[in-house]
């Protein structure tokens, strides 16, 4: 990315990484979770090299190497992106999070901006199964993730 190290430190200095779990945004991934009625909800923050999950619905990782994330393409992105199925997508049917736990077969991620406008991390859905996404479960989306950046950009410390 043409910005990482600015990216980066934006996400240094909201000092969250490996910080314990945040109710507010438990909740959040529990709505987006419920809404999808989706395998997996993240939301994940993207460090130089792993992602690093604040919050988790339905899986036992805490992070992932950057190398097999799907948040690092997302954050590439203006805004989101989606892959209805991982299978048939060339940058992920080899990956080993399609090829085997926790099967990713469809993601929705919307892009976190810090107050800089830097991209830090995503609110995923992840389903086991392909699914289609519509222009309304990207508003849904949307929505959540600006209240996710609020939380997470108030949470500066």
Known sequence: M???????????????????????????TKSAQ???????????LVAEDRQWFKSRQCLDATE???NVSFCT??????????????????????SPLVKGEPFIRAYAGMILKSVQGYELGTLCVIHDEPREFSSQDVEVLRELGKKIEL???NQRR
């Open 2 to 28: 043409p910005h990482e190290a600015e990216r980066l430190r934006a996400l240094e200095e909201l000092n969250i990484l490996d910080t314990e779990p945040d109710e507010h945004l438990d909740a959040i």
């Open 34 to 44: 419920d809404y999808f009625n989706c395998k997996i909800c993240l939301i994940s």
């Open 64 to 66: 992932t190497p950057r």
């Open 73 to 94: 393409y997302a954050i590439a992105e203006e805004e989101y992106l989606i892959i209805p199925d991982a299978t048939k997508d060339y940058r992920f049917a080899g």
């Open 151 to 153: 939380v997470l950009n």
